[in-house]
DNA sequence: TCAATGTATTTGTATATGCAATATAATCGT
DNA sequence: ACGATTATATTGCATATACAAATACATTGA
C-alpha cells in the first residue's frame, strides 16, 4: 500500500513527459495568441518556415526534420496548400509525391508575422527564463533531422 | 530581401514553440511506446495519475493543474470513464460536475505500468540528460497550477 | 521484362487540443 | 423570492497527432 503510493507520487511529480506536455500547451498558447490576427496556427507557422526555409522538399523529409508522421504532414499540409500558403513543384524525377515550396503569398505572410513571432518568443523567454531557452534550443536541436522515435 | 531571409531564418532556428513542440512529440512516441502493451497512451496515464493522486477533482480543477481546457477534459475523461480506470462520486454539492476520483481497476492498472513508466523516464533522461531533465521539472513544475494561457 | 522488394503518400480510425457557443447549476443583489 | 451574474460542463467545429493498412511509384534481381 505504501508502495501504491510511492510509484504513484513519483508518476505524479517526477514525470518528464507529463511537464514536456504541460510546458508545450502554455507555449502553444503564447504564440497562438500572437498568431491570431493572422488566421493560422502556430503549428502552420513551423511548418511554413522549414517550407520557406529548406524546400522545396518533399513531406517524408519534413517529417524526418521535426518529427512528424507522414500521414500528419498529409493532412495538414493540406490546409496550407488550401490557403495558398504553399504549392506543390513538378520536378519530374519521382511520381510518388511532388516536392513543397513557399508561394509568394506565403512569404508575404511570414514577413508580416515576424513582429508577432518576436513578441511570443519574448514571453515565451520570459516565462521559463534564459537558462531554459538555451537549454530548450539545445534539447530539441540535437533531435532535429535525428532518427525518429 | 536580406531582410525577409532574416526573419525566416530566425524563425526556423530560434523558435522555442517549435523546439518545445518536437521534444512532446519525441518524448509522447518514448512513453506510449512502453504504454502500449497496457491499452493507454501516456496523455491518459498522466489524467489517470492525478486523478489517483488529488481526487477526488472536479474536470476544472484537473484543468487548472495541468492547463487543459475543461472541454478536452471532458472528452478525454470520457474513454477513461468507459474504460472503468476513474469514476463520478457523488458529492450532493453542486450539481455543476460531479468530482471523479480513481477506480481500484484504475489503481491495479497503474501498479501494473510503474516499471514501464519507469524505462519510459528512463529512456527520457538518458535522451535529455541530467541537465535536461532537472530544468524541465523546474520550468513546468512553476507553471503546474499556476494561471491559465 | 517482370516479379519481388522497397519507398512515399494517402485513408481509416482513434485520441488530443482549444475556441466559441450553449446548457445548466450556483450565487449574489435587491 | 427572483432576476442577473458567475461558474461548470458539454457540444460543434477545426486542427494536430500517430498507427495500421492500402495505394502508388521506384528499384532491383533474375
Known amino acids: ?7 504513484i507520487d513519483h508518476m505524479a511529480c517526477e514525470c518528464l513527459l507529463g511537464r514536456a506536455r504541460v510546458l508545450n500547451r502554455v507555449l502553444t498558447g503564447i504564440y497562438d495568441d500572437e498568431l491570431r490576427p493572422f488566421g493560422l496556427k502556430a503549428t502552420q507557422l513551423n511548418l511554413l518556415v522549414v517550407v520557406a526555409k529548406v524546400g522545396p522538399i518533399r513531406r517524408i523529409d519534413i517529417g524526418k526534420l521535426l518529427h512528424l508522421d507522414p500521414s500528419t504532414l498529409t493532412r495538414n499540409l493540406k490546409v496550407m496548400l488550401i490557403n495558398g500558403w504553399i504549392q506543390e513543384v513538378a520536378d519530374g524525377e519521382d511520381g510518388r509525391g511532388l516536392p513543397l515550396q513557399v508561394t509568394a503569398q506565403g512569404r508575404d505572410l511570414l514577413n508580416q508575422i515576424g513582429p508577432a513571432w518576436r513578441k511570443a518568443q519574448d514571453r515565451t523567454q520570459n516565462l521559463i527564463g ?3 531557452a538555451t537549454l530548450l534550443l539545445k534539447l530539441a536541436g540535437n533531435m532535429i533531422g535525428g532518427p525518429r522515435g
Open 130 to 132: 534564459e537558462d531554459g
Open 1 to 7: 500500500m505504501t508502495q501504491d503510493k510511492g510509484i
